[in-house]
């Protein structure tokens, strides 16, 4: 099976495949639903209602210092899997002095804020 991604004009994804059209449609809302989910929209640190859970990235956003995130619980598989952040706090990796928050320097999470801790 050939499986094809295309953007169209609005932003959106579609999928194309060379064989069952049932199996195209769920890929596409798949791949929607799993990939954009997370990416473009979940903020770094979640309303207070929210079921969260802390994670934590090493060196990002900025180096030598450990990046801090509370994510809801629907946005941790992809935190972790996509944008590498790892279960904990940044306090567990002996990253325990508060220095502030900066935002992400990568495209699909500059307007996120995460808590900066240092040694």
Known sequence: MIV????DTEGGVSMESNE????????AAATMSL???FLPTLPAFADDDEA?????ILNYPIDG???????PEGGVFFAKTFGKLEDGSCAA???AVDEGTANGTGEKDS?????????
């Open 4 to 7: 094809h991604a295309k953007s």
């Open 111 to 119: 307007k996120r804020t995460y808590g900066i801790y240092g040694k």
């Open 20 to 27: 069952n059209p049932g199996r195209r449609d769920f890929l």
């Open 93 to 95: 990796e002996g990253y």
């Open 52 to 56: 969260v859970t802390t994670l934590h």
């Open 65 to 71: 210092k450990c990046g801090e995130a509370k994510v």
């Open 35 to 37: 990939g954009a989910a």
